[in-house]
């Protein structure tokens, strides 16, 4: 029988000398183990998000056995568990329906199994978030694996960002000012290599706010996905999770902390990230019992310069970011003035450790403080009557004349009525117009969908317009452009006041004011919502999606489900 420590929690299941850790030693010894293998050594899951339905993570099958060295390295015990992607190119309505799942997921894999610690191994927009809530609920030694940026694309001398020229060059499609040939060469140029898109999207703003926050090893969240260090990371990051749990010490909740999510928050500004990120660092949060709100996010973008020149608010890509010094570059610019830096990390140092003697190689990317991007974060937190909860809005890559703004609104009761119409040369639409997209939140879509980006009317892209004002309760993706006002709540399909606008109604937006108005008295709006209840959407009478309408939150509270919000402890399972 094995001599195992009873500090470790696989000991639990392999020590005792029980019938049921008999056959847990038996089955080991099935797997082609012996007590060598496991008696007192940890346990440590690798959580694998890689699949074929994702090529973001197609290089997970190599970083896995890099993780796997690291684990064996260090004396502990690996084993690959597969768990959902996440990932969002191929999922419909949208992986943020399922991140909640992969969430559950994460936590019920690693509760339920003799595992001592964790290597999270993610990337791909919604993963990043979800292994990150489901750890922190799990409470076991946690260490992030991101999966990198992909390289660089090419077309016809351009460098083109995954995403934004995507939408880019769609718009110019739609104005017949795109042949088909090149819009084919393109669709072969813009995605090269395995790694999530190399603008600073939603993947590359998640992946560099939990090394942030002290969940990766540091710079890991800057090395593309192909480049060697990548693999030499993934390894250290085995090592030092076994060290972790043998030291018990870095566990998820002393990692992420009230100041912990600030530093995060303040990344998120100077880096130029996206509005994704709000929703889910409000989630995180509330697994960490962090109270987190949109008015925080306001307050640090409000004191926290734009210093990283990257897209879609800038001009570079997250290679070029790289070697500019990374992550580690962008913090040391930033400084105790933004940072609180005396923060522990997973690899036992501080944040202030963990920056030292980095340097920016490329000021041109990465600004000094004196010369920013653009005075404040980019991204703002709205109220008023369209958004008695909040909305928030990328004023970074917006039309800066469009951010005070009023015109009336053309409306779309869903996403099928605008894909039905948006063409259409009758539409009353012009310039001035405010595009309104209803039953696009967590309860209307369902999931919340990127679909806050609003095509422009074809027959205003013909007339030479790529900008307008766009309301909706949806999100949009982290790689989009444009002045969109997103994630408004509460929603149209909880009665929110979107669902009370109609064709004509002047709608206000005053970024500098935080404001986004409906210039119609509360009466009327109140009336009409009375007379006319919103739709609650697509129903369903089962499975994961039944569970997602009954318990998901709002936008302003992270669209977690209600149950799994707070540290009350969940008990260990029996073993008998």
């Not at 890559?397 to 703004?405: D, K, M, N, Y």
């Amino acid at each position: 029988m094995p001599d195992q420590p009873p500090s470790l929690r696989s000991a639990r299941w392999y020590a005792p000398d029980t019938l049921r850790a008999f056959g847990h030693r038996s089955r080991a010894r099935q797997a082609g183990l012996g007590a060598p293998d496991y008696a007192g050594k940890p346990v440590i899951g690798i959580l694998n998000t890689w699949t074929d339905l994702n090529s973001c993570h197609l290089h997970f099958k190599v970083t896995v056995e890099a993780i796997k060295r690291g684990v064996l390295q260090a004396g502990g015990v690996p084993m690959e568990i597969p768990v959902m992607s996440a990932g969002e190119t191929l999922t419909k309505p949208t992986s943020m329906l399922y991140r909640n799942f992969l969430a559950m997921e994460a936590e019920e894999m690693i509760r339920a199994n003799p595992i001592d610690g964790a290597v999270l191994l993610g990337g791909c927009d919604k993963s990043t978030p979800a292994l990150l809530m489901g750890a922190i609920s799990a409470g076991v030694p946690s260490v992030y694996v991101p999966s990198g940026p992909m390289m660089k694309g090419h077309w016809r001398g351009e460098t083109l960002g995954s995403g934004s020229d995507v939408w880019k060059y769609w718009d110019e499609r739609r104005a017949g000012r795109l042949a088909e040939q090149a819009w084919e060469e393109i669709e072969g140029g813009i995605a090269r290599s395995p790694g999530h898109c190399m603008t600073m999207g939603t993947a590359a703003t998640m992946t560099a706010l939990a090394e942030t926050m002290g969940f990766c090893i540091p710079g890991a969240s800057s090395v593309p996905a192909m480049d060697s260090n990548h693999a030499r990371l993934a390894a250290e990051a085995g090592r030092q999770v076994v060290a972790n749990v043998l030291s018990s010490e870095a566990m998820p909740t002393q990692i992420a902390t009230r100041a912990a999510f600030e530093n995060a928050v303040a990344v998120l500004m100077a880096a130029g990230g996206s509005t994704n990120a709000i929703v889910h660092l409000i989630a995180m949060a509330g697994r960490a019992g962090v109270d987190l709100g949109l008015a925080d996010f306001d307050a640090i973008s409000r004191r926290t310069p734009l210093l990283a020149d990257l897209r879609p608010a800038g001009r570079f890509l997250m290679e070029d970011f790289y070697f500019a010094g990374g992550l580690r570059a962008l913090l040391s610019q930033m400084g105790d003035d933004l940072l609180q830096l005396d923060l522990p990390t997973v690899n036992g140092r501080t944040l202030r450790e963990n920056i030292a003697g980095a340097e920016v190689h490329l000021p041109e990317v990465i600004r000094p403080r004196a010369e920013p991007v653009a005075p404040d974060g980019g991204l703002a937190v709205l109220g008023g009557n369209l958004a008695p909860r909040g909305a928030v809005i990328k004023h970074s890559a917006a039309s800066p004349e469009l951010l005070r703004h009023t015109g009336p609104a053309v409306v779309f009761e869903s996403y099928p009525d605008l894909a039905a119409r948006i063409d259409d040369p009758d539409l009353p639409a012009t310039p001035d117009s405010v595009l309104v997209l209803k039953g696009g939140g967590p309860l209307g879509a369902p999931g919340m969908p990127e679909w806050g980006m609003l095509p422009i009317p074809k027959k205003l892209l013909e007339a030479g317009v790529r900008d307008m004002v766009r309301v909706s309760d949806a999100r949009m993706s982290g790689t989009s452009y444009g002045t969109c006002v997103l994630h408004v709540a509460p929603e149209s399909a909880a009665g929110g006041s979107l669902a009370a606008v109609r064709d004509g109604d002047p709608i206000t937006l005053d970024v500098a004011a935080r404001r986004i108005e409906l210039g119609v008295p509360e009466g009327e709006i109140a009336r009409r919502l009375a007379e006319s209840p919103p739709a609650p959407g697509r129903r369903y009478a089962r499975g994961y999606t039944r569970l997602y309408l009954d318990h998901v939150t709002q936008a302003d509270r992270g669209c977690d489900f209600d149950f799994l919000e707070g540290t009350a402890p969940t008990p260990e399972p029996a073993i008998f």
